[in-house]
C-alpha cells in the first residue's frame, strides 16, 4: 500500500507541476515575456496529443495482437505532415484570417456561416469524441487498478468508479481554469499548450525509458532484442495492402479532423513558420515514440505469463521485473496522454458546443437580441466553462454505463473513422470554390449514416443495436444492404469495407450536390476567401488585389447596385485607370471608390466587410457583423419610416390635389360670380345712365317722357339697392356671422306677414292663396324674421313665375320624417327637371327673363335655412312650382 | 328716312333708352329681346347695323354673331356689341366672334350714336 499512497502523491505533485507549468505560461504570455512560448518546438510537442493513452499503452497491445499494424496509425500523421504540408498551411492560414474557432466554425465560415451547418458537425464531434474521452479515462482507472494490483490491493468498482470521477473532475477543473481564462478572440491558451508540451516530453520520456529498459535492461542489447523479434508471432506476421492502406488514410485524415488536433494545430497555431518545423519534428517524435513498441511487446509476452493484457505492458514489464520508480514514470507517462487528449478535447468541444449550439439558444431567448453588449464575455466564459464539464461528465457517464469493457477497445478507430467523415467537406471547401453549403450537408449527412450504419452500430457487436439477421441478410432481407458487405461486395474488412464507402459516398454526394445547386452570395465571398486565402491575406492595411478579384467585385456590385450600375462604374473606373478591357485594376483608389458607392446602398460597415471579403487580409470580425447587423436594423426602420413617409406624401399630395382642384372650382364659382354681380350692376346702371343723359341733354321731352324716364331711373336705382342689400345679405349668411333673433310666434302669424308683405303692387290680386288655418295652428321658436323673409321669397316667386291664367298658391304644414314641412305648391307649369337642380345657386335665373329679380333669392333661402337648421328644396311633380320649407321638430316643440 | 338698326337685348329699359337715342338722330330702329330667333330675324331685316347685347335669354350674342359672320349676306354686315361684363377676357370674345366695335355698359349716349355713325358709315 506504501507505494500506492507514494503513486497517488506522485499524481499530485505531477498534477499541481502541470498546474504551475500552465499558470506560469499564462502570466509569462500575460506580462508579454513568453518568447519562448511561441517556439515551434512548443508547438510540434503539442501536437502529441495525437498520441493519447490508446497510443500509449494500446500501441504494444496492438503491436502484440496484429504486428507492426500499428504502425499506420503513427505513418497516417506522418504523411501529412511531410506530405501534406501545403494544406495545413492553407488550413492555418484561413484558421488565422478567418478566426477560426474550431473545425465546425470552419466548416460553417466555408459554406456560408451555416450555424446548421455548425451544429451538425460539433453533435458529430461530440458524438465521435465522447468514447474516446472514456476511453482515456478508462486507461487512467485501469492503469491505476493495475498498479494497485500488482501490490495485491484490488480496487473495487466503486473505487474504480471514484477514481474516474476524480480524474475526470480534476481535468474539467483544469481545462476550466486554463481553457476559460478569459475570452481571446484569437482562442489561444498558453497554458493549457504549456501543459501539453510538458505531458509530450514526459510521454516520450516514460516510453523511451521502458524501451531503452527492456532492450538493454531485459533483451540485453539491440541485436538480442531482434533475434527475440523474429522468433516471436510478430516476426511472422503478414502485412495486408488494404488495410495499411486503409488505416494510413484513415490516421492521417483523423490527425486532420479530430476536433483536438484542429485546435493544437490552427486555432493554438502562434506562427505558421512553426509548420516548417513541425513536418519534419513532428515524424520524428511519433517515430521514437513507436520505436520501442515492438521490443517491448516482444519482451512482454515473453515475460509475463499468457493471458496478461498486452495494452499495459508498459507499465507491468517494469512491475513485473521490480522497477517501481519506471513503473510511476510510465505510469505518469500514461497519465499524461490521457489528461492531455482530454482537456484539448475537452477545450475544442466547448468551444464548438458553446459557439453553436449554448450561445445560439442564449441569443434567441434574449428578446433584445442584438442588443446584448456587456455580458455577453461573462455569458460566453459561463457557457464554455458549464460546456466542459458537460463534454467531460458525457465521457465520464459514458465510460461507466459502458462498463469500461471490450466495447472500448475498438473505438479509437471507429472514432477515427467518423471525424475522418468531415474531410472530404474539409478539403474540398480550401481548394475548390464550387463547393456548396448544400453540397456540405449531403455530403456530411450520407458519409455519417454510412459511417453510423455500417461502423459504429455493429462495433457494439452483433445482436445488440445490430440484429444477427440483419448483419447476414441486410435489412428487410435486402442483401445488398447488409451493414458489412455493401452491395454485394463480401469478403472485406470490416473496417475497410467502412471507410471505402462511407468516404467514396461522402465525397461523391458533396460533389454532385455542389455541382448541381448554385452557393449563395456569401458562400461564393466566403468560398473565394478559403480558396484564395494566400492572395487575400497578404495585404494587411489599404485595399489591393488581383484583376482576378475585380470579377468578384462585380458580381458583388451587381447584386447590390444592380447590374448596368455596376458596369458603368467598372467601365468608368477602368477607363480613367487607361485600361483597354472593361475591368479596372482593383487599386486601392478604386476599392475605396467602390465602397463608397457600395456604402449607399448597404451601408458603410457593410461595404467595408464585403470588400474586405474579398480583397482584404482582415476578416470580418464579431464587431463588424454587429456593425452589419446594426446597420441593417436602422436601414429597416429606416426604410419602412420612409415607406411611411412616402404614404403620408402620397396622402398630402392627394388632399393637396382635392384642395387645389376645391381652390380652382371657388377661384372659378368666384369669377362667375364677380362677373354676374358686374352685370347685375351694370344692367340697372346702364338704363340709369342712358336716361340721365337723355334728360339732361334733351329739351324737347314732353312731361310725360319726362315722367317715365325720371321713374326708369328710380326704379333701377332701387333694383340696385335691393341688388346690394341681397350681396350683403348673403355674404353675411354665407360667412356664418349671422346673429340669429330667437322669438316665439305662432306659424299663422308669420305666414299671414308673408303673404300681405310678397302680394304687393300690380298683379297681388290675382294669385289666390289657400290655406289652412288648422295646420298653421303651431307655435314656433326660431328666427321669425328671416324664416319670414324665406316665406316671402317663395311666395313672391309664385306670384313672380307662376304662368296659369288663374294663379293659385296652396300652403300646406305637416311633418315628414320628424321634421316640421310648410309646402307652397302653385298652379304653373313648374319648374323643369333640368333646371331644378340650379335655381338655388347664385345668379340662376330661370328661362325667359320677364321679372326682373338678381337670382339671389333662392341662394338667400337655402343660406337662411341652413341657418335655422332647416332646408328648403324644390318639391317635383306637385303640378306646379313647388317648395318645401323643413324646420327641426324642436322648433315647433319650444314653442309648445 | 335714315337707316335701319336693329338692336336685340333683353333689357326693357335699355331699348328704350337706345330706341330713344338712335330715333331722335333719325334712325329707324327694330328691336328684339330674346337670342333663340335672332339670327333669323337679322337675315330677315337686313339691318344696316346690329346692337347686339350679350346676356341674352337662349342663345348669348357671341353665338349669333358668330353665325351671322359664317353666312354670306350677313358676312360684313357692322355689329355693334354691347356687355354688362366689363373683363378683358369679354372682350376678346367678342373680337373672336367677329365684332365691328364693343363697347361695356355703361355706355354713354354720344358715345353709342357716334359708333353708329362711323360703323354705318364707314
Known amino acids: 500500500m506504501g507505494t500506492l499512497n507514494i503513486l497517488v502523491g506522485v499524481c499530485l505533485i505531477y498534477v499541481a507541476f502541470l498546474f504551475l507549468v500552465a499558470f506560469a505560461a499564462e502570466r509569462a504570455a500575460l506580462e508579454g515575456k513568453g518568447a519562448w512560448l511561441r517556439s515551434p518546438l512548443i508547438y510540434t510537442?503539442?501536437?502529441?496529443?495525437?498520441?493519447?493513452?490508446?497510443?500509449?499503452?494500446?500501441?504494444?497491445g496492438y503491436a502484440a495482437r496484429s504486428g507492426l499494424e500499428y504502425l499506420t496509425i503513427y505513418i497516417g500523421p506522418s504523411l501529412v505532415m511531410i506530405g501534406w504540408w501545403w494544406l495545413l498551411r492553407k488550413l492555418v492560414r484561413i484558421g488565422r484570417s478567418q478566426r477560426i474557432t474550431s473545425i465546425a466554425d470552419l466548416i460553417s465560415s466555408r459554406y456560408g456561416k451555416s450555424n446548421?451547418?455548425?451544429?451538425?458537425?460539433?453533435?458529430?464531434?461530440?458524438?465521435?469524441?465522447?468514447?474516446?474521452?472514456?476511453?482515456?479515462?478508462?486507461?487512467?482507472?485501469?492503469s491505476f487498478d493495475v498498479f494497485s494490483s500488482a501490490y495485491g490491493a484490488e480496487l473495487t468498482d466503486a473505487a474504480q468508479g471514484s477514481n474516474a470521477l476524480l480524474v475526470a473532475a480534476g481535468l474539467?477543473?483544469?481545462?476550466?481554469?486554463?481553457?476559460?481564462?478569459?475570452?481571446?478572440?484569437?482562442?489561444?491558451?498558453?497554458?493549457?499548450?504549456?501543459a501539453v508540451a510538458v505531458e509530450a516530453i514526459v510521454k516520450l520520456l516514460a516510453l523511451t525509458a521502458v524501451g531503452?529498459?527492456?532492450?538493454?535492461?531485459?533483451?540485453?542489447?539491440?541485436?538480442?532484442?531482434?533475434?527475440?523479434?523474429?522468433?516471436?508471432?510478430?516476426?511472422?506476421?503478414?502485412?495486408?495492402?488494404?488495410?495499411?492502406?486503409?488505416?494510413?488514410?484513415?490516421?492521417?485524415?483523423?490527425?486532420?479532423?479530430?476536433?483536438?488536433?484542429?485546435?493544437?494545430?490552427?486555432?493554438?497555431?502562434?506562427?505558421?513558420?512553426?509548420?516548417?518545423?513541425?513536418?519534419?519534428?513532428?515524424?520524428?517524435?511519433?517515430m521514437v515514440m513507436s520505436l520501442f513498441v515492438v521490443p517491448i511487446a516482444v519482451v512482454g509476452l515473453d515475460l509475463l505469463p499468457p493471458g496478461s493484457n498486452p495494452d499495459f505492458f508498459v507499465l507491468t514489464v517494469p512491475l513485473a521485473t521490480g522497477n517501481d520508480a519506471l513503473a510511476m514514470l510510465s505510469f505518469l507517462g500514461g497519465f499524461s496522454s490521457a489528461t492531455s487528449m482530454v482537456i484539448v478535447a475537452a477545450l475544442a468541444l466547448s468551444t464548438m458546443v458553446s459557439n453553436h449550439i449554448v450561445m445560439p439558444i442564449w441569443l434567441s431567448t434574449q428578446s433584445g437580441g442584438a442588443s446584448v453588449s456587456g455580458d455577453v464575455r461573462h455569458v460566453v466564459l459561463l457557457s464554455r466553462r458549464i460546456?466542459?464539464?458537460?463534454?467531460?461528465?458525457?465521457?465520464?457517464?459514458?465510460?461507466?454505463?459502458?462498463?469500461?469493457?471490450?466495447?472500448?477497445?475498438?473505438?479509437?478507430?471507429?472514432?477515427?473513422?467518423?471525424?475522418?467523415?468531415?474531410?472530404?467537406?474539409?478539403?474540398?471547401?480550401?481548394?475548390?470554390?464550387?463547393?456548396?453549403?448544400?453540397?456540405?450537408?449531403?455530403?456530411?449527412?450520407?458519409?455519417?449514416?454510412?459511417?453510423?450504419?455500417?461502423?459504429?452500430?455493429?462495433?457494439?457487436?452483433?445482436?445488440?443495436?445490430?440484429s444477427e439477421s440483419m448483419l447476414a441478410n441486410g435489412p428487410l432481407g435486402l442483401g445488398w444492404l447488409r451493414p458489412q458487405a455493401f452491395f454485394g461486395i463480401s469478403g472485406m474488412d470490416p473496417l475497410v469495407h467502412a471507410i471505402f464507402w462511407s468516404i467514396l459516398l461522402n465525397t461523391m454526394s458533396f460533389f454532385v450536390a455542389s455541382l448541381v445547386g448554385f452557393p449563395s452570395p456569401l458562400e461564393r465571398l466566403q468560398g473565394a476567401q478559403f480558396v484564395n486565402v494566400y492572395e487575400h491575406s497578404s495585404t494587411p492595411q489599404s485595399w489591393g488585389g488581383s484583376l482576378a478579384q475585380t470579377e468578384d467585385l462585380m458580381v458583388m456590385a451587381q447584386r447590390i447596385i444592380g447590374a448596368r450600375e455596376a458596369q458603368n462604374l467598372f467601365e468608368r473606373e477602368a477607363k480613367r485607370q487607361g485600361m483597354s478591357g472593361l475591368l479596372p485594376e482593383p487599386?486601392?483608389?478604386?476599392?475605396?471608390?467602390?465602397?463608397?458607392?457600395?456604402?449607399?446602398?448597404?451601408?458603410?460597415?457593410?461595404?467595408?466587410?464585403?470588400?474586405?471579403?474579398?480583397?482584404?487580409?482582415?476578416?470580418?470580425?464579431?464587431?463588424?457583423?454587429?456593425?452589419?447587423?446594426?446597420?441593417?436594423?436602422?436601414?429597416?426602420?429606416?426604410?419602412?419610416?420612409?415607406?411611411?413617409?412616402?404614404e403620408e406624401q402620397a396622402r398630402t399630395a392627394r388632399q393637396l390635389r382635392q384642395a387645389n382642384e376645391k381652390l380652382t372650382l371657388i377661384s372659378e364659382q368666384k369669377d362667375s360670380f364677380l362677373s354676374q354681380v358686374s352685370h347685375e350692376l351694370r344692367t340697372p346702371m346702364t338704363s340709369i345712365r342712358a336716361f340721365s343723359e337723355i334728360l339732361r341733354d334733351s329739351d324737347r321731352l314732353t312731361e310725360n317722357e319726362k315722367i317715365k324716364y325720371s321713374s326708369i331711373i328710380h326704379d333701377e336705382a332701387l333694383r340696385l339697392t335691393r341688388l346690394l342689400d341681397d350681396l350683403l345679405d348673403l355674404s353675411v349668411l354665407e360667412s356664418g356671422r349671422v346673429n340669429l333673433n330667437m322669438q316665439s310666434g305662432s306659424l299663422k302669424g308669420i305666414l299671414d306677414h308673408a303673404v300681405s308683405s310678397a302680394l304687393t303692387g300690380a298683379g297681388a290680386d290675382k294669385m289666390r292663396v289657400v290655406r289652412n288655418d288648422q295646420q298653421e295652428d303651431l307655435m314656433l321658436h326660431t328666427d321669425l324674421d328671416r324664416l319670414s323673409q324665406v316665406f316671402i321669397n317663395l311666395i313672391g316667386n309664385a306670384q313672380k313665375y307662376c304662368d296659369a291664367t288663374a294663379p293659385k298658391l296652396r300652403i300646406e304644414v305637416g311633418r315628414a320624417n320628424a321634421a316640421l314641412v310648410v309646402d307652397f305648391i302653385d298652379n304653373g307649369s313648374g319648374i323643369p327637371k333640368t333646371e331644378q337642380a340650379v335655381i338655388f345657386e347664385k345668379f340662376s335665373r330661370t328661362g325667359e327673363q320677364k321679372v326682373k329679380g338678381a337670382g339671389l333669392g333662392l341662394a338667400i333661402c337655402r343660406e337662411i335655412m341652413t341657418r335655422l337648421e332647416g332646408s328648403v328644396e324644390y318639391l317635383p311633380g306637385q303640378g306646379g312650382a313647388a317648395f318645401r320649407v323643413t324646420l327641426p321638430e324642436q322648433v315647433a316643440m319650444a314653442a309648445q | 328716312m335714315g337707316k335701319n338698326v336693329l338692336v336685340i337685348e333683353d333689357e326693357p329699359n335699355i331699348i328704350e333708352a337706345i330706341s330713344f337715342i338712335l330715333s331722335r338722330d333719325g334712325w329707324s330702329v327694330a328691336t328684339h329681346s330674346n337670342g333663340h330667333d335672332a339670327v333669323g330675324v337679322v337675315q330677315e331685316a337686313m339691318p344696316d347695323l346690329v346692337i347686339l347685347d350679350v346676356m341674352l335669354p337662349g342663345k348669348t350674342g357671341y353665338d349669333i354673331l358668330r353665325e351671322l359672320r359664317s353666312e354670306d349676306a350677313t358676312q360684313g354686315l357692322p355689329v355693334l356689341m354691347l356687355t354688362a361684363k366689363g373683363q378683358v377676357k369679354d372682350r376678346e370674345m367678342a373680337e373672336r366672334a367677329g365684332a365691328s366695335r364693343f363697347m361695356t355698359k355703361p355706355f354713354s349716349n354720344a358715345e353709342v350714336l357716334n359708333a353708329v355713325r362711323e360703323l354705318v358709315a364707314g
Not at chain 1, 45 to 60: D, E, K, M, R
Not at chain 1, 232 to 260: N, Y
Open chain 1, 45 to 60: 510537442l503539442s501536437l502529441s496529443i495525437y498520441c493519447t493513452a490508446w497510443t500509449f499503452y494500446g500501441a504494444v
Open chain 1, 116 to 142: 446548421l451547418l455548425a451544429v451538425g458537425v460539433t453533435v458529430l464531434a461530440v458524438i465521435g469524441t465522447t468514447p474516446y474521452i472514456a476511453l482515456q479515462l478508462q486507461s487512467v482507472t485501469v
Open chain 1, 172 to 194: 474539467a477543473l483544469f481545462t476550466i481554469i486554463f481553457g476559460t481564462r478569459n475570452l481571446d478572440v484569437n482562442e489561444r491558451h498558453h497554458g493549457v499548450v504549456m
Open chain 1, 212 to 286: 531503452i529498459f527492456v532492450v538493454w535492461g531485459l533483451a540485453g542489447g539491440v541485436g538480442d532484442t531482434l533475434a527475440r523479434i523474429d522468433a516471436s508471432e510478430i516476426g511472422q506476421w503478414q502485412m495486408r495492402g488494404d488495410r495499411w492502406a486503409t488505416l494510413i488514410f484513415l490516421s492521417g485524415a483523423a490527425f486532420l479532423c479530430l476536433p483536438r488536433m484542429f485546435q493544437v494545430m490552427v486555432v493554438e497555431n502562434e506562427d505558421e513558420d512553426h509548420l516548417r518545423t513541425a513536418s519534419w519534428a513532428f515524424p520524428a517524435y511519433l
Open chain 1, 387 to 466: 460546456s466542459i464539464a458537460a463534454v467531460v461528465f458525457l465521457g465520464y457517464l459514458y465510460f461507466r454505463l459502458s462498463g469500461g469493457g471490450t466495447a472500448l477497445a475498438s473505438i479509437g478507430l471507429v472514432s477515427f473513422a467518423g471525424v475522418a467523415q468531415f474531410l472530404p467537406v474539409l478539403v474540398g471547401g480550401i481548394f475548390w470554390r464550387g463547393a456548396t453549403r448544400t453540397g456540405a450537408f449531403v455530403g456530411l449527412s450520407v458519409g455519417f449514416v454510412i459511417w453510423a450504419y455500417t461502423l459504429l452500430l455493429p462495433s457494439f457487436g452483433a445482436g445488440t443495436l445490430v
Open chain 1, 587 to 646: 487599386s486601392p483608389d478604386f476599392l475605396q471608390r467602390l465602397e463608397r458607392e457600395l456604402a449607399g446602398s448597404v451601408g458603410a460597415a457593410t461595404a467595408h466587410a464585403m470588400i474586405g471579403q474579398i480583397v482584404g487580409g482582415a476578416s470580418v470580425s464579431v464587431e463588424d457583423l454587429m456593425a452589419v447587423a446594426d446597420e441593417t436594423a436602422q436601414m429597416m426602420e429606416y426604410s419602412s419610416k420612409l415607406e411611411a413617409k412616402s
